[in-house]
């Protein structure tokens, strides 16, 4: 069978540790498979703090954007933020990232399919878990929420990250992964189901 270009979109995917800790690991590969997505690479492993801090990008417009998102929030909860400073905000959270990273092992993985990335992020739902639509994989297994996770002064338990653009993902998937870690030479039912043409 011959999966069409279109098909072989590629989503990096790091389970985090609250997930192994919590045992639902098997719950939530089904979700991904049932959906047709194809797992080409997966390992579980102790994270870095090297790993995590090159996965989360130490770049200044980056950091600022979350500090940005970070103030939206704090201004719907009716918080002052005549003192907020962005790019310090931003810095803070991506160390709470790499502390909550390196807080357990983490399984790495790498999906495969039509619209993976996409896919992947709308069945995880929202970043702050409780805040998001009933049957989405951190709704349904977390009640973590933003206010929370800075209430303890530590990272919203997210469960998953997800790549968020193809270039992101290709960035993403040369840390944790080397080419021939990737396997893509075997096939799926749902291969055969959704990509094979009937000539």
């Known amino acids: 069978m011959n999966v069409p270009d279109i098909a072989k979109e590629k989503s990096l995917l790091l389970i985090k540790p609250d997930v192994l800790q919590r045992q639902i690991v098997g719950e939530i590969l089904t979700r991904f498979e049932r959906k047709g997505f194809k797992i080409v690479a997966m390992k579980m492993l102790n994270a870095t703090e090297e790993q995590v801090g090159e996965h989360y990008i130490d770049e200044e417009s980056y950091l600022t954007g ?4 970070s ?3 704090a201004i719907e909860r ?6 907020w400073n962005s790019l310090e905000v931003g ?26 990335i996409a896919g992947v992020r709308k069945l995880l739902g929202s970043t702050s878990p409780s805040a998001g639509d009933v049957g989405t994989i951190r709704d ?6 933003y206010y929370l996770a800075d209430s303890l002064s530590r990272s919203t338990r997210t469960m998953i990250h997800a790549s968020d653009s193809v270039e992101s993902a290709e960035r993403e998937m040369k840390i944790w992964f080397t080419e021939d870690e ?18």
């Open 71 to 73: 103030k939206k929030a």
């Open 140 to 145: 349904d297994y977390s009640l973590d929420a």
């Open 78 to 83: 009716g918080e002052d933020v005549s003192n």
């Open 182 to 199: 990737i396997c893509s030479n075997y096939e799926t039912a749902a291969e055969k189901i959704f990509y094979d043409s009937p000539d």
């Open 91 to 116: 810095k803070g959270f991506r160390l709470k990232n790499i502390k909550y990273l390196t807080e357990g092992p983490i399984i790495a993985m790498v999906l495969e399919g039509y619209g993976v």
């Open 66 to 69: 979350v500090g940005e998102k």
